[in-house]
């Protein structure tokens, strides 16, 4: 059974030859196929090359299905607790490989508390790191920083002997809601007062410049990602999120458009922003500093 993009099944066919008229969907009588949720701990974070499944259990994995995306499978694709996993097997191999893959659907949901709180005391431990400035002094991450490098390197990994880094997407997606819902629900709070006496003492001279400086920021990111780099609407929507640093307009492109390349995107835009932005504020700040000492 090949299954794959139909370019790549063509070229299949003529090297192995012709099709034949079972269906494998249908017959069940050699094979049978079916789907097992990855929730052991012995299996999470591990790659799929490295279960030899074929030599353990007599079957293969047809496809992957993380969240909403069908992922095809191969030796180093890594595998995250809440996977479903499409195997075809002998009717009788079936109980192996729930067995195997733990076939819980509770772990579509469930987070490692200890990977999170040790991820996090890795992470505010890491941004207390001094490092050297050349001609400026020293710097450091800070708490937020930190959390977000050594998780990029924990994500990285995927795993450490039994310690699993990763997390099922429903659980990333709710407590990313719930992060950003708490985070936009006190950044209101404790800027209300402060916003309202801004306006009043100097009108709406701020504000207008924080709209004007807001919008070049994102009309000229909009602008270079499509004319100089020609991305999609939809990984421009995730340049311009990442590049802002807000969460709320990765959460509006999440629902505006179907794909998951605004999730993706924002990935790999806001890390590298972030690091820039908090490296560059240091700069400015040991210049200003330096220039202030008579």
Not at 19 to 45: A, C, N, W
Not at 78 to 99: K, P
Not at 234 to 254: F, H, K, R
Request: net charge negative.
């Amino acid at each position: 059974m090949i299954e794959g993009e139909e370019i790549y099944v063509q070229q299949s066919r003529q090297i192995i030859g012709k099709e034949t008229p079972i269906d494998m969907f249908l017959d069940r009588h050699d094979l049978e196929q079916v789907e097992i949720y990855v929730s052991k701990p012995t299996v999470i974070g591990r790659k799929l090359g490295e279960l030899q499944l074929m030599e353990r259990l007599n079957g293969v994995v047809l496809s992957i299905t993380r969240g909403n995306i069908e992922l095809y499978p191969r030796p180093r694709l890594v595998l995250e607790a809440g996977d479903r996993v499409r195997v075809a097997t002998d009717a009788e191999n079936i109980e192996s490989f729930q067995e195997f893959f733990g076939d819980l659907a509770s772990s579509t949901a469930e987070v490692s508390y200890l990977a999170l709180g040790l991820g996090m005391v890795l992470g505010v431990l890491f941004g207390l790191i001094p490092f050297p400035l050349p001609g400026l002094g020293t710097f450091t991450f800070g708490a937020a920083g930190g959390a977000m490098i050594v998780a990029l390197v924990l994500g990285w990994l995927g795993r450490i002997g039994h310690l699993s880094w990763t997390m099922p997407p429903a659980a990333n997606l709710t407590l990313r809601n719930f992060g950003l819902t708490l985070f936009l629900a006190v950044a209101g709070l404790r800027s209300a007062e402060k916003f309202l006496a801004t306006v009043k003492e100097t009108g709406f001279l701020l504000l207008g410049l924080g709209i004007v400086i807001t919008l070049l920021a994102v009309l000229s990111s909009m602008i270079l990602a499509r004319t100089l780099f020609a991305v999609t609407f939809d990984e421009m929507l995730a340049v311009v999120a990442g590049v802002t640093g807000n969460p709320a307009i990765l959460a509006y492109a999440a629902q505006a458009v179907p794909t998951n390349k605004p999730e993706l995107g924002y990935a790999i835009v806001f890390p590298i922003s972030t690091i820039i932005k908090i490296i560059v504020v240091q700069i400015i700040l040991g210049i200003l500093s330096n220039a202030s000492t008579p």
